[in-house]
């Protein structure tokens, strides 16, 4: 009876992990969907990293108790195994930095509010770049109230400096570049949003002319009261019809914002096959989590820098019960990556800065 009842057990467990494992590789390919036609699937996405560790909890439960049962969770990481790698590069051969290569930052800094946590917000953001001392920084919410304040102080690093409002009388947004290199022109690439946008810098590098694509799509609009109740959903203390309902109005709220992305990437998307004659460098606060179709269609056009040079989740968003990557930088065949990854150092936003360098040209 006993034995029987084990394999029984067994039986259902195994069952329950290939469920596992078809629900998590389905969830790992949603990013090809595009929200505009699955709305509510396309948002998905955001659950792979539950389904993967409730898959490594099958792994180590399988070794424990019976060992040749691990062919389930390994075949499992197998069929999802690009996902993982877009959502947790494993690149572990450590990466040495060239000579002549450009340092790139991508950085939201909350309009430079301190996260709550610094009186002076400007003033420690500034003094991490100045330490960091990149050649290009590319900075979203860039806010313009901020403008000569910012520039006075950037100038005396960034001899190039340039900021692109969306107005909105509500709330004020921007995206900026400062730089050392020339800027030769800008362009706002237009599509349809209240207070986001995506701007293009070209910039002199030498003999090139490099194009600078920074972003801040689509928010996901959730207010205090939504990230409160998701947040007790997560701890377990909500319950019943109250969860469903919570969990539901989460759901509406995410897919109506990625519905509005999904134009949003589209456009810059038109914009990068538009100028494929200049090495494009795309970087940004997306909005979104590394398996999603904003993600999935800018690697369609250019390079994923973090999953091609990075290591480790990479989150950039800090706020608790939110553990994604959403910022990210991106570039074409003409530039090569090293080192990309979020720097959890510095705490005056509510986002990480993400850093790489590039050299343009062939590889060492």
């Known amino acids: 009876m006993i034995k029987q009842l084990k394999t029984f057990t067994a039986q259902m467990l195994a069952g329950a992990n290939i469920v596992t494992i078809i629900v998590m590789t389905l969830i790992g390919y949603s990013d090809r969907l595009s929200p505009s036609d699955h709305p509510v699937l396309s948002c998905f996405g955001m659950t792979f990293p539950l389904f993967l560790l409730a898959n490594l909890a099958f792994l180590l439960f399988w070794v424990i108790f019976k060992f040749r049962m691990i062919w389930i969770p390994l075949l499992g990481f197998a069929l999802a195994y690009v996902?993982?790698?877009?959502?947790?590069?494993?690149?572990?051969?450590?990466?040495?930095?060239?000579?002549?290569t450009l340092k790139v930052i991508s950085y939201n800094v909350c309009g430079y509010s301190g996260n709550n946590k610094y009186e002076q917000g400007f003033e420690t953001v500034r003094d991490y770049l100045f330490a960091e001392d990149a050649d290009i920084v590319c900075i979203q919410e860039d806010n313009d109230t901020w403008r000569r304040y910012c520039f006075k102080h950037y100038e005396k690093r960034y001899p190039y400096?340039?900021?692109?409002?969306?107005n909105n009388t509500d709330y004020l947004n921007g995206v900026g570049i400062h730089t050392r290199f020339p800027i030769i022109r800008k362009e706002r690439i237009p599509y349809r949003s209240i207070n986001n946008g995506s701007a293009?810098?070209?910039?002199?590098?030498?003999?090139?002319t490099l194009l600078v694509i920074n972003n801040h799509f689509e928010g996901t609009h959730l207010n205090n009261e939504i990230r409160s109740a998701y947040k007790d959903i997560l701890k377990g203390e909500m319950h019943g019809d109250t969860a469903r309902q919570e969990s539901k109005r989460l759901l509406v709220t995410l897919s109506e914002s990625a519905n509005k992305r999904a134009p949003q990437v589209e456009a810059v998307c038109r914009y990068i096959r538009e100028h494929r004659q200049y090495p494009i460098l795309l970087c940004g606060d997306f909005n979104d989590n590394p398996i999603s179709y904003t993600?999935?269609?800018?690697?369609?056009?250019?390079?994923?820098?973090?999953?091609?040079?990075?290591?480790?989740?990479?989150?950039?968003?800090?706020?608790?019960?939110?553990?994604?990557?959403?910022?990210?930088?991106?570039c074409s065949a003409e530039l090569t990556p090293y080192r990309c990854h979020v720097d959890s150092k510095i705490d005056a936003s509510d986002h990480y800065p993400i850093v790489c360098w590039f050299k343009i040209g062939g590889k060492d």
């Open 161 to 166: 400096n340039d900021t692109l409002m969306f």
């Open 295 to 330: 993600r999935h269609r800018i690697a369609q056009e250019l390079n994923d820098c973090y999953v091609a040079t990075g290591k480790g989740l990479g989150l950039s968003y800090n706020q608790k019960g939110f553990p994604f990557r959403i910022d990210h930088i991106f």
């Open 200 to 208: 293009a810098w070209y910039l002199q590098v030498g003999c090139d």
């Open 83 to 100: 996902p993982i790698t877009i959502y947790m590069p494993l690149n572990l051969r450590a990466q040495e930095v060239p000579d002549s």
